[in-house]
Protein backbone atom coordinates (compact mmCIF):
# COMPACT_ATOMS: atom_id res chain seq x y z
CA UNK A 1 0.00 0.00 0.00
CA UNK A 2 0.89 3.44 -0.18
CA UNK A 3 2.98 5.09 2.58
CA UNK A 4 4.85 7.87 3.67
CA UNK A 5 8.51 8.54 5.44
CA UNK A 6 9.39 11.81 7.13
CA UNK A 7 12.43 12.76 9.11
CA UNK A 8 12.20 12.16 12.71
CA UNK A 9 11.93 15.25 14.53
CA UNK A 10 12.69 16.91 16.72
CA UNK A 11 14.19 19.69 14.51
CA UNK A 12 15.42 22.50 16.40
CA UNK A 13 17.02 25.70 14.51
CA UNK A 14 18.23 29.06 15.18
CA UNK A 15 16.42 32.11 13.40
CA UNK A 16 17.38 32.55 9.90
CA UNK A 17 19.01 28.85 9.36
CA UNK A 18 18.34 26.84 6.35
CA UNK A 19 15.49 23.93 6.96
CA UNK A 20 15.08 21.04 5.04
CA UNK A 21 12.72 18.07 6.08
CA UNK A 22 13.03 14.89 4.22
CA UNK A 23 9.60 13.25 3.02
CA UNK A 24 10.14 9.70 0.97
CA UNK A 25 7.07 8.25 -0.46
CA UNK A 26 6.11 4.77 -2.12
CA UNK A 27 2.47 4.32 -3.80
CA UNK A 28 0.43 3.01 -7.02
CA UNK A 29 -0.04 5.21 -9.68
CA UNK A 30 0.77 8.93 -9.85
CA UNK A 31 0.05 10.45 -6.64
CA UNK A 32 -0.61 14.31 -5.69
CA UNK A 33 1.97 15.45 -2.50
CA UNK A 34 1.31 17.63 0.12
CA UNK A 35 3.13 19.58 2.99
CA UNK A 36 0.30 20.18 5.68
CA UNK A 37 1.77 21.92 8.70
CA UNK A 38 0.07 22.42 12.17
CA UNK A 39 0.51 25.22 14.93
CA UNK A 40 0.37 24.45 18.59
CA UNK A 41 -3.20 23.64 19.54
CA UNK A 42 -4.54 23.88 16.08
CA UNK A 43 -5.90 21.84 13.13
CA UNK A 44 -3.62 21.32 10.09
CA UNK A 45 -3.28 24.13 7.27
CA UNK A 46 -2.45 22.99 4.01
CA UNK A 47 1.01 24.78 3.12
CA UNK A 48 2.05 23.87 -0.69
CA UNK A 49 0.77 20.35 -3.01
CA UNK A 50 2.17 19.02 -6.40
CA UNK A 51 0.17 17.47 -8.52
CA UNK A 52 2.67 16.18 -11.40
CA UNK A 53 6.73 15.05 -11.68
CA UNK A 54 8.59 18.52 -11.07
CA UNK A 55 6.04 20.68 -9.95
CA UNK A 56 7.33 22.50 -7.40
CA UNK A 57 5.25 23.72 -4.68
CA UNK A 58 5.68 27.06 -2.66
CA UNK A 59 4.04 29.09 -0.02
CA UNK A 60 5.39 31.62 2.60
CA UNK A 61 9.12 31.18 1.25
CA UNK A 62 9.01 27.22 1.75
CA UNK A 63 9.49 25.01 -1.10
CA UNK A 64 9.15 21.70 -2.74
CA UNK A 65 9.45 19.81 -5.77
CA UNK A 66 7.25 16.67 -6.96
CA UNK A 67 10.87 13.86 -7.54
CA UNK A 68 9.35 11.05 -9.42
CA UNK A 69 12.71 9.51 -9.88
CA UNK A 70 14.06 9.43 -6.23
CA UNK A 71 10.32 9.08 -5.25
CA UNK A 72 10.74 12.19 -2.45
CA UNK A 73 8.62 15.51 -1.89
CA UNK A 74 11.66 17.88 0.64
CA UNK A 75 10.23 20.73 2.01
CA UNK A 76 12.91 23.49 2.19
CA UNK A 77 13.14 27.36 3.26
CA UNK A 78 16.29 29.53 3.03
CA UNK A 79 15.30 31.05 6.47
CA UNK A 80 13.04 30.49 8.98
CA UNK A 81 11.49 32.49 11.96
CA UNK A 82 10.80 31.88 15.31
CA UNK A 83 7.03 32.26 13.79
CA UNK A 84 7.66 28.73 11.72
CA UNK A 85 8.01 26.64 15.17
CA UNK A 86 5.37 23.98 14.21
CA UNK A 87 5.02 20.19 13.41
CA UNK A 88 5.07 19.63 9.35
CA UNK A 89 3.28 16.74 7.83
CA UNK A 90 4.34 15.29 4.28
CA UNK A 91 1.14 13.18 2.79
CA UNK A 92 0.22 11.92 -0.75
CA UNK A 93 -3.10 10.91 -2.11
CA UNK A 94 -4.70 9.98 -5.37
CA UNK A 95 -4.57 12.39 -7.85
CA UNK A 96 -7.54 11.53 -10.02
CA UNK A 97 -9.70 10.98 -6.89
CA UNK A 98 -12.78 8.41 -6.13
CA UNK A 99 -14.99 6.78 -4.07
CA UNK A 100 -11.49 5.21 -1.82
CA UNK A 101 -9.46 8.80 -1.59
CA UNK A 102 -7.90 9.52 1.37
CA UNK A 103 -4.40 11.21 2.47
CA UNK A 104 -1.92 9.19 3.79
CA UNK A 105 0.49 11.32 6.33
CA UNK A 106 3.93 10.86 7.18
CA UNK A 107 4.34 10.86 11.29
CA UNK A 108 5.23 14.35 10.96
CA UNK A 109 8.16 16.42 12.32
CA UNK A 110 8.17 19.01 14.85
CA UNK A 111 10.48 22.20 14.25
CA UNK A 112 11.41 24.28 16.61
CA UNK A 113 13.12 27.87 15.47
CA UNK A 114 14.92 30.04 18.78
CA UNK A 115 15.67 33.47 18.35
CA UNK B 1 -7.62 28.19 0.58
CA UNK B 2 -10.79 26.57 1.51
CA UNK B 3 -12.17 27.29 4.97
CA UNK B 4 -13.34 24.50 7.78
CA UNK B 5 -14.67 25.45 10.68
CA UNK B 6 -15.03 22.77 14.02
CA UNK B 7 -17.61 23.30 16.97
CA UNK B 8 -16.89 23.39 19.83
CA UNK B 9 -13.06 23.74 19.77
CA UNK B 10 -13.20 22.17 23.38
CA UNK B 11 -15.11 20.55 25.73
CA UNK B 12 -15.04 18.72 28.90
CA UNK B 13 -17.70 15.76 29.54
CA UNK B 14 -18.34 13.24 32.24
CA UNK B 15 -17.91 9.70 31.53
CA UNK B 16 -21.02 8.38 30.23
CA UNK B 17 -22.03 10.97 28.16
CA UNK B 18 -22.40 11.88 24.84
CA UNK B 19 -20.41 14.48 22.88
CA UNK B 20 -21.44 16.41 19.30
CA UNK B 21 -19.08 17.76 17.19
CA UNK B 22 -19.69 19.61 13.59
CA UNK B 23 -17.48 19.97 10.98
CA UNK B 24 -18.52 22.89 8.47
CA UNK B 25 -17.03 23.56 5.18
CA UNK B 26 -17.89 27.15 4.60
CA UNK B 27 -17.21 28.14 0.79
CA UNK B 28 -17.00 24.87 -0.80
CA UNK B 29 -19.47 22.00 -0.94
CA UNK B 30 -18.03 18.86 0.57
CA UNK B 31 -19.40 15.43 -0.53
CA UNK B 32 -16.74 13.74 1.53
CA UNK B 33 -15.30 14.37 4.64
CA UNK B 34 -12.90 12.89 6.89
CA UNK B 35 -12.29 12.54 10.80
CA UNK B 36 -9.30 11.93 12.14
CA UNK B 37 -7.91 11.71 15.77
CA UNK B 38 -4.47 12.78 16.68
CA UNK B 39 -2.44 11.24 19.59
CA UNK B 40 0.22 12.39 21.66
CA UNK B 41 3.47 12.74 19.14
CA UNK B 42 1.26 14.28 16.33
CA UNK B 43 0.59 10.95 15.23
CA UNK B 44 -2.61 11.46 13.49
CA UNK B 45 -5.29 8.00 12.63
CA UNK B 46 -8.07 8.31 10.12
CA UNK B 47 -10.92 7.15 11.72
CA UNK B 48 -13.87 7.10 9.09
CA UNK B 49 -14.26 8.77 5.56
CA UNK B 50 -17.92 10.49 6.00
CA UNK B 51 -19.70 10.87 2.67
CA UNK B 52 -23.17 12.91 2.39
CA UNK B 53 -26.17 10.58 2.10
CA UNK B 54 -24.63 7.63 3.07
CA UNK B 55 -22.94 5.61 5.38
CA UNK B 56 -19.63 6.26 6.88
CA UNK B 57 -16.65 4.42 6.25
CA UNK B 58 -14.81 3.08 8.88
CA UNK B 59 -11.02 2.27 9.64
CA UNK B 60 -10.36 -1.27 10.90
CA UNK B 61 -10.05 -1.22 14.77
CA UNK B 62 -12.79 2.15 15.12
CA UNK B 63 -15.85 1.21 16.84
CA UNK B 64 -18.96 2.46 14.40
CA UNK B 65 -21.33 2.21 17.31
CA UNK B 66 -19.48 4.26 19.28
CA UNK B 67 -18.22 6.85 17.05
CA UNK B 68 -21.49 7.68 15.25
CA UNK B 69 -21.06 10.16 11.53
CA UNK B 70 -23.64 11.67 9.90
CA UNK B 71 -23.33 13.40 7.09
CA UNK B 72 -26.82 14.96 6.54
CA UNK B 73 -25.60 17.90 4.01
CA UNK B 74 -23.20 18.78 1.27
CA UNK B 75 -21.28 21.35 4.31
CA UNK B 76 -22.03 19.39 7.60
CA UNK B 77 -20.89 16.35 9.13
CA UNK B 78 -21.19 15.17 12.53
CA UNK B 79 -19.03 13.12 14.88
CA UNK B 80 -20.59 12.13 18.10
CA UNK B 81 -19.01 10.32 20.97
CA UNK B 82 -20.90 7.96 22.14
CA UNK B 83 -21.05 6.51 25.97
CA UNK B 84 -17.90 8.88 26.63
CA UNK B 85 -14.81 7.16 28.53
CA UNK B 86 -11.43 8.85 29.56
CA UNK B 87 -10.09 7.17 27.17
CA UNK B 88 -11.59 9.01 24.70
CA UNK B 89 -10.04 12.42 25.43
CA UNK B 90 -8.26 13.21 22.64
CA UNK B 91 -7.76 15.86 19.95
CA UNK B 92 -10.22 15.12 17.09
CA UNK B 93 -9.85 16.60 13.46
CA UNK B 94 -11.99 16.69 10.59
CA UNK B 95 -10.91 17.70 7.00
CA UNK B 96 -13.15 18.09 3.80
CA UNK B 97 -12.64 16.98 0.70
CA UNK B 98 -12.74 20.08 -1.98
CA UNK B 99 -12.79 18.53 -6.00
CA UNK B 100 -12.28 22.13 -7.34
CA UNK B 101 -12.46 20.89 -10.96
CA UNK B 102 -9.80 19.30 -12.43
CA UNK B 103 -6.67 18.25 -10.56
CA UNK B 104 -6.91 19.84 -7.38
CA UNK B 105 -8.62 17.23 -5.34
CA UNK B 106 -7.50 18.63 -1.74
CA UNK B 107 -8.27 17.81 1.74
CA UNK B 108 -8.56 21.24 3.99
CA UNK B 109 -9.20 20.96 8.05
CA UNK B 110 -10.15 21.93 10.48
CA UNK B 111 -9.08 23.78 13.36
CA UNK B 112 -9.86 20.61 15.97
CA UNK B 113 -11.72 19.89 19.23
CA UNK B 114 -9.47 19.24 22.15
CA UNK B 115 -11.98 16.07 24.38
CA UNK B 116 -11.60 16.03 28.07
CA UNK B 117 -13.52 13.26 29.43
CA UNK B 118 -13.44 13.41 32.80
Known amino acids: GDSVTQMEGPVTLSEEAFLTINCTYT??????LFWYVQYPGEGLQLLLK?????DKGSNKGFEATYRKETTSFHLEKGSVQVSDSAVYFC??????????????FGKGTLLTVNP | GAVVSQHPSRVICKSGTSVKIECRSL??????MFWYRQFPKQSLMLMAT?????????EQGVEKDKFLINHASLTLSTLTVTSAHPEDSSFYIC??????????????FGPGTRLTVL
Open chain 2, 95 to 108: SARDLGGGSTDTQY
Open chain 1, 27 to 32: ATGYPS
Open chain 1, 50 to 54: ATKAD
Open chain 1, 91 to 104: ALGPRSGGSNYKLT
Open chain 2, 27 to 32: DFQATT
Open chain 2, 50 to 58: SNEGSKATY
